[in-house]
């Protein structure tokens, strides 16, 4: 059978980082194989195609692997760019949105982190640093529909999966968060219309229940 | 001074990220201005021109801020496609392998630099261990990609990750002095070792490299290091 142009990810259903592969692939229209890996047990392809981090995501494009959530992102853009671009063609343009992607990647996975796995006077500050962060980001929105204006793109890729996880920072902390950051929760639905957005991220109970066993395992009450 | 100069740098003359945006210029001969920016004091403009992160390097293009030093090298890369070399290659995979790399210098191998400085006795042993391992991954991992020519390797073919390498590695001999250990050994990262001098070496590089003395004292001024004996 001939690979010429055999798509699959190495993934954990799980993870956020995963989920902005399979949105940009989903967007793009590309047929993927999805694997997903047993992190404990990592299989002899993931260790071999990612040998420096040995993590999850990692696109495996004829035989070449692409590792980074943002860096696969963006090569999926560059290969696949004639259909629904993700990075806008204009460079200013361009840098404003790797600079919210990257602020995104700096700030967002240890603030919710921190909710969850913290208790006490700690959750409490970390409740308020990310609905901080979650301001920030409202004003980069702005009225705009999308953090890139008008058509999806790289920056709502990045932040969107992270919205799967609202119940479970909603539940373990005991807050709303649309109580104080209504923007982002609309801006959110939005991109939950999206068919890419819709069958990607994981119904947010079952996440929950996934985290429940998670922390039972680390021993995290 | 308004904005009449089409090419502004903000940055601070020990700053290894705002070296890489400086570098990233001279290497494809677009011209700049230079602003110096005194971090305990920091200017209005770049206050506003990066009021998130408050940082240097800024890169003010026509007015406009860009700020982060790998998004600048990938805006200066677009902006100037005719300007040679180009910094990033044309190929997908290529270019997704040199962003992975410019990311692991960036993120572990300077974290492991910084362990490394911060640290003594035992635990400064272990960082260095760290530090190695890691050097030994690169020359095993990146292969093609390390030049193997390297009296092939002039100015006018540098890229991102020659950049990323000069601005992690590239003042090991201060670290080496003010540590008192061997960061990069000839016998163990041979590659890493001929790269890293052979780009030193550079005129163009050693235009831009602070005087030596002036490293270690900074190094040693920052993580409040009292010169060894």
Not at chain 2, 99 to 117: A, H, I, P, Y
């Amino acid at each position: 059978m001939a690979n010429n142009n055999e798509v699959i990810l190495l993934d954990f259903w799980p993870s956020s980082f995963g989920m902005r592969v399979r949105i940009a692939l989903h967007e793009k229209g590309v047929e993927f194989e999805y694997r997903d890996e047993d992190l404990r047990n990592k299989s002899e392809l993931l260790v071999k195609m990612n040998p420096i981090h040995k993590k999850i995501p990692v696109l495996v494009h004829n035989n070449k692997p692409v590792c980074e959530s943002s860096i696969i992102v963006q090569y999926i853009d560059e290969v696949w760019s004639d259909k629904s671009p993700l990075l806008p063609s204009d460079p200013y343009q361009r840098a404003h949105a790797r600079f919210w992607a990257d602020f995104i990647d700096k700030k967002t996975y240890d603030g919710t982190k921190k909710i969850w796995t913290s208790k006490g006077e700690d959750q409490v500050v970390a409740k308020k640093e990310f609905i901080e962060h979650l301001k920030v980001l409202e004003e980069q929105l702005g009225d705009k529909p999308y953090f890139g204006g008008d058509t999806f793109g790289y920056v709502d890729v990045s932040l969107i999966p992270f919205y799967s996880w609202f119940y479970i920072l909603e539940t373990e902390g005991n807050f709303k968060i649309e109580e104080s950051n209504t923007k982002i929760i609309e801006w959110a639905k939005r991109c939950m219309q999206r068919e890419s957005v819709a069958k990607t991220l994981p119904d947010q109970k079952k996440l929950y229940e996934f985290v429940q066993e998670y922390k039972k395992k680390l021993g995290v009450e | 001074m308004g904005d009449e100069v089409e090419v502004r740098v903000h940055g601070m003359w020990a700053s290894t990220y705002s070296k890489r945006v400086e570098l990233a210029l001279k290497i494809k001969g677009i011209p700049y201005e230079y602003v110096e920016e005194d971090l305990m004091n920091k200017s209005q403009a770049l206050l506003e021109y990066n009021p998130i992160h408050k940082k240097v390097p800024v890169l003010v293009h026509n007015g406009k801020p860009i700020v982060e030093s790998l998004v600048i090298l990938e805006y200066i890369d677009e902006v100037w496609p005719d300007h040679a070399p180009r910094l990033l290659p044309r190929d997908p995979v290529d270019r997704a392998r040199v962003r992975f790399w410019s990311g692991f210098l960036q993120n572990q191998l300077l974290e492991s630099v910084l362990k490394l400085v911060m640290s003594s006795g035992e635990e400064q042993e272990k960082a260095l261990d760290e530090l190695h391992e890691k050097m030994t991954i690169m020359e095993q991992e990146m292969g093609d990609i390390i030049p193997k020519d390297i009296s092939s390797i002039q100015s006018k073919s540098l890229g991102l990750l020659d950049i990323q390498v000069i601005c992690t590695l590239g003042a090991y001999k201060a670290h080496e002095q003010v540590l008192g250990v061997k960061i990069l050994d000839p016998h163990k990262h041979s590659l890493i070792y001929a790269w890293v001098n052979a780009m030193m070496d550079l005129p163009m590089i050693k235009e831009i490299t602070p005087p030596h003395d002036n490293v270690v004292n900074f190094i040693q001024m920052i993580f409040k290091i009292n010169p060894s004996a």
